[in-house]
């Protein structure tokens, strides 16, 4: 893996680079490089999650499935099924490294870029333009959405200021305060119980997601960023009517549905790896009758007709329970 201070400085020496030369680059989206790095981990056959326990016949392929067809996709399920971090697990496929224009709030491809900024200045530095870099975790976004979010979070508002300071028309793309949608262009974005978002937010990713643009106060602006867009939600809030606008349902190419570990021993597999037990007090045995009874709780209880089907219960709770009975 190259170090930073080793990779390309300028336009110039990106294009002369074969790793990064404009062949290569100009057109590749994230999608497509989310692809051919998982067909390349498929090859040498490891594992595409590291940590994730019981999935390997069920959720894990379907996950593949989307990237390889460039979709954009949703998990489905209750709380505490590992949605966020598969989801968090996906920057594992981008490129270690990843040139953007230097200073560029949108982060623009060099071959390719959006922004009125970095194509000003691409025709006028030319091959000396200055290139930066960004590694797989500035490229992944999380967002959890609430009720409460609003387009100018989500996707950028007019900034009044930046124009009267810059002397540019309002609607002029240079006077655009991005959101986080556009920060995360040439990355992942995840939303985190999509459900959530208000209709018109819904609206505003469709536009993105189908036409490239969307329209802050009734101007149009363009945007046509390349993202990869995750979701996840609950199951029955995704089907409920009217909490998905249909248009953006459309667009989610794959819904895949997570699950709960399917065997006390899957249970007691996740819940090892997770709860915090090494405490450097000397040796610690968990009795396994002691991680067996906890987990069997668990699976007891996701069947009780006293807990609500909506929530289900988190492979957390398990987790919770045996780093409380370690307690020194
Ligand atoms: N199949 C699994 N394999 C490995 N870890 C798991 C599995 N299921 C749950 N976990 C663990 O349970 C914890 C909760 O997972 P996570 O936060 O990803 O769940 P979630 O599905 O996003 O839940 P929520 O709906 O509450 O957001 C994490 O520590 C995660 O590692
Ligand atoms: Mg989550």
Redesign the pocket.
């Known amino acids: 893996m190259p170090q930073t201070s080793l990779l390309p400085g300028t336009l110039g020496e990106l294009r002369s680079s074969k790793l990064y030369s404009e062949a290569r680059l100009a057109k590749r989206t994230v999608k497509d490089e989310m692809r051919e790095n998982l067909i390349a981990r498929l090859r040498e056959k490891k594992p595409l999650f590291a940590?994730?326990?019981?999935?390997d016949d069920t959720v894990v392929p379907q996950v593949a499935n989307a990237i390889l067809s460039r979709q954009n996709f949703i998990l489905l399920?209750l709380?505490?099924?590992?949605?966020?971090?598969i989801l968090r697990a996906l920057s594992g496929l981008l490129d270690a490294h990843a040139p953007f224009v230097a200073g560029c709030e949108i982060r623009d491809n060099p071959y390719a870029p959006l922004c009125r900024r970095c194509r000003t200045l691409i025709a006028d530095q030319e091959e000396a333009t200055p290139i930066a870099w960004m590694t797989p975790d500035d490229r992944y976004v999380e967002k959890l959405a609430t009720p409460d979010v609003t387009v100018a979070d989500l996707i950028g508002d007019l900034d009044p200021i930046k124009a009267a300071r810059g002397g540019h028309d309002l609607a002029s793309e240079l006077t655009m305060h991005y959101g986080l949608l556009p920060r995360a262009n040439r990355g992942i974005f995840a939303v985190?119980e999509l459900p959530d978002l208000a209709g018109k937010i819904q609206v505003a990713l469709f536009n993105i997601l189908q036409e490239g643009d969307v329209q802050i106060k009734g101007y149009p602006v363009r945007l046509a960023l390349d993202v990869a867009l995750v979701f996840?939600a609950n199951p029955e809030d995704y089907t409920a009517r009217g909490k998905i606008v249909t248009p953006l349902k459309d667009r989610i190419g794959s819904e895949i549905r997570?699950h709960y570990?399917s065997t006390v021993d899957e249970g007691i597999a996740?819940t090892k790896?997770?709860a915090w037990t090494a405490r450097n007090l000397g040796t610690l045995e968990i009795p396994t009758f002691l991680r067996e009874t906890v987990e069997q709780v668990a699976f007891l209880a996701r069947d009780d007709k006293r807990v609500d089907k909506r929530s289900g219960v988190?492979?957390?709770a398990p987790?919770r329970k045996v780093v409380s009975a370690v307690t020194p």
């Open positions: 940590g994730i326990v019981g999935y399920g709380r505490g099924q590992a949605k966020s971090r985190n996840s997570t570990a996740i790896q997770e988190s492979q957390v987790v």
